[in-house]
């Protein structure tokens, strides 16, 4: 036999051999992966809830959307941060319209700190013509999206939204989320065209935001953080909480606490939203 024709049939049987051992190989590597999805829903059926991880601005956009399209009922919205940016505003309005022409009911929460944003104004004016009704608080817990009491967004890190974000489904967590914005909307003020709304409070009292700059500076947190949290500058968490300091006649935080503490006002948070959520919000940032 040539042996160019012997070789060839040779490296023909080998070929055929290592065919076959990859097919297997394939087979075995699709039998774990079924046997892996098969214990996960196993694990998911029997603790009744399930985490997704999302990782990164764009990812997170995408199954927000994706959300959004499947929603059939009711969206809850935490929107923290203070003043959105044109991209966020932008790429909400169209998810917006596809929601008010389904018939979905929406219902978001921003912070006192938008008011001083002319532009996020302008945008929830629009928002609420599009059937999203609108309030504002001193402060939030954190960003977070509630999907037909179903499914809930959250931030993995709520000081940097854009890093990542968890998505979670089960009736536990959900109707626990559900009760916390229910909570936080109740204390809210509705959002008046632009022009927050005040509440009458006595002489003395704190408003809403001093409230929670009290009590956030009482945790230790620092002036970076609590403007973070406030939606607002630096400059203005500081002044805020000099003020404060000066109608305790406080010479340190220390003192401050010690005083406010005297006087009740690190009492109950409940209260507190009663109190004028957006005297101070209304003022330069």
């Excluded at 992966?33 to 009744?48: N, S, T």
């Excluded at 989320?177 to 009292?205: K, S």
């Excluded at 630096?234 to 109608?247: D, N």
């Excluded at 935080?253 to 101070?280: H, I, Y």
Aim: hydrophobic share 40%; proline share 4%; with cysteine.
């Amino acid at each position: 036999m040539s042996p160019d024709i012997a070789l060839q049939a040779l490296l023909t049987d080998q070929e055929n051999a290592i065919l076959d051992r990859q097919r297997r190989l394939a087979d075995a590597r699709n039998g774990m992966a079924r046997f892996i999805d098969e214990h996960k829903a196993a694990q998911q059926e029997l603790h009744g809830a399930v985490v997704e991880r999302l990782e990164g601005l764009e990812e997170i956009r995408f199954r927000i959307e994706e959300l959004t399209h499947k929603c059939a009922a009711e969206l809850l919205t935490f929107a923290s941060g203070g003043p959105h940016s044109q991209a966020s505003r932008q790429a909400s309005q169209p998810l917006c319209e596809a929601l008010a022409r389904r018939g979905v009911a929406m219902r978001s929460v921003y912070l006192d700190s938008v008011h001083n944003d002319p532009a996020t104004v302008e945008h929830l004016r629009w928002l609420h013509t599009h059937g999203d009704h609108v309030r504002t608080t001193a402060s939030l817990p954190c960003r977070m999206l509630v999907f037909d009491r179903a499914h809930a967004v959250l931030p993995t890190d709520p000081d940097d939204t854009a890093a990542g974000a968890l998505v979670l489904h089960g009736r536990g967590v959900i109707v626990a989320l559900y009760e916390l914005f229910e909570r936080v909307w109740e204390n809210a003020l509705p959002f008046a065209g632009g022009r927050p709304q005040r509440r009458e409070r006595g002489d003395g009292e704190l408003t809403a935001q001093e409230h929670v700059v009290l009590r956030l500076l009482a945790e230790g947190l620092t002036d970076e953080v609590v403007a973070r949290k406030l939606g607002v500058s630096v400059r203005t968490g500081r002044r805020i909480t000099a003020e404060l300091m000066s109608r305790l006649g406080a010479r340190s935080r220390f003192q401050a606490g010690l005083r406010a503490a005297q006087l009740g006002w690190l009492g109950g948070t409940d209260e507190a939203p009663a109190q004028d959520a957006a005297s101070v919000a209304a003022e330069d940032v």
